[in-house]
Structures are given as C-alpha cells and as structure tokens.
C-alpha cells in the first residue's frame, strides 16, 4: 500500500495566486521528499526535509513538516504557468537491506494564465 | 555534470517479448533503484542494486529482473511481457544504501506493449 497519500487530487488556480498540497504519510520518518513531474516525463527533485526540520525554503517553495500529525505540505507562491505539472511527495521506507521510496498518487496542479 | 540518463525514451513491444532498460547513475553515485509507473499513477518500486547486488525487491514476479555493472550503470529486464507492463520505467540514483540522501530520476522509459 502506498505510504504517502496527497491531497488535494486535483487542483487548478490562476497565475500569480498560491498553491498548497498535503501530504500525510503512516510510519516514522527520517525525511520526506517532494518531486514534480510534468506530463509523462521524469521526476525532478524538489526538495528534501528531514525530521528534525519544521520548514524549508527554495525559492518559490515552502515545505513544512509536521511529524506529530505524520503530514507535510508544500506552497507554492506566486504560482506560473509554467509550474501546471504533478506533485509527489516520497517518504523512504527502510529495512536493513536498503531503503526504498514510497509515492503517493500526487497532486495534478493546473495553473491557469 | 551529468544527471541520471535512461535509454532507449520509448519503446513499443508485443506480449510475451523481452526488453532490456539501460540506466546511467548521476556522477557520485552508486545505488540505483528502479521504478514503474503506471498512467495516473504513483511510482512503485521494483529493486535496487548497490554494489552489483539487489538489494531490496518490491512486489514484482521473476520476470522483472536486473543487473548493476562495475561503473553503477544498471539494466532492467522484463521477460515475457504482458499488456499491463505497459509504462513508465523510472530510474533513481542515489548515495549509499540508507534512506537519507536526496534520490535523482532520470527521463523514464516509456514502454508499450502490444
């Protein structure tokens, strides 16, 4: 079963206004990732947060991280056309062996010009 | 430098064929994971190799196998190919075996099968 789960499914928002998505994930953490894709291309790493951080910036992204209520959001302000792509956030899932990432179904965001 | 690169970017098959997916590491890194994603989808893990070797092994039957040769690289095979193997194969590198370093996907593969 999928780890991450991401919320809304679908969000579509005009140029220049904010974006936000949400994460929530089950198990304990080390850090939890987000990624972007556009139409069936590849992933591009956004940015990673770890447990012990409560927010981090980049630019044009916020990303919080509450390990309490297990869930994460990332805003994205001033939003552009060109940000209309898929929104994953990815949590590793550990065993001794190796560490694996698990995805939710993302978040389809739409940026109208 | 370079980041992960996959080959080929497509790919069209018919059922109970093989295919074989060729994967580049970003520069520094040597684990290599793989990923297929299904339209509409969610990325869900197959394997991954560090060290020449698999790893860990997601939910996946025999058919789907790998290698990871001396340099990192990998490949992914995919024997007698049914119609809901049909897409997105995604290739990640990263540092180290531990879950705690940033993991980098490549173009994808877009495989169809016929």
């Known amino acids: 079963s999928q780890q991450g789960e991401e919320d809304p499914q679908a969000l579509s928002i005009q140029e220049g206004e904010n974006a936000t998505m949400n994460c929530s994930y089950k198990t304990s953490i080390n850090n939890l990732q987000w990624y972007r894709q556009n139409s069936g291309r590849g992933l591009v790493h956004l940015i990673l947060?770890?447990?012990?951080?409560r927010e981090k910036h980049s630019g044009r992204l916020r990303v919080t991280l509450d390990t309490s209520k297990k869930s994460s959001s990332l805003l994205i302000t001033a939003s552009r056309a060109a940000d209309t792509a898929s929104y994953f956030c990815?949590?590793?899932?550990?065993?001794?062996?190796?560490?694996?990432?698990?995805f939710g179904e993302g978040t389809q965001l739409t940026v109208n010009p | 430098d370079a980041g992960v690169t996959q080959s080929p970017t497509h790919l069209i098959k018919t059922r109970g064929q093989q295919v074989t997916l060729r994967c580049s590491p970003k520069?520094?890194?040597?684990?290599v994971s793989w990923y297929q994603q299904a339209l509409g989808q969610g990325p869900q893990f197959i394997f991954q190799y560090y060290e020449e070797e698999e790893r860990q092994r997601g939910n996946f039957p025999d058919r789907f196998s790998g290698h990871q040769f001396p340099n990192y690289s990998s490949e992914l095979n995919v024997n007698a190919l049914l119609l809901g193997d049909s897409a997105l194969y995604l290739c990640?590198?990263?540092?180290?075996?531990?879950?705690?370093?940033?993991?980098?996907f490549g173009p994808g593969t877009r495989l169809t099968v016929l």
């Open positions: 520069s520094g890194h040597d684990t």
């Open positions: 947060i770890r447990s012990n951080e």
């Open positions: 990640a590198s990263s540092l180290g075996l531990a879950g705690v370093n940033e993991q980098f």
């Open positions: 990815a949590t590793p899932f550990e065993e001794t062996s190796g560490s694996r990432l698990t």
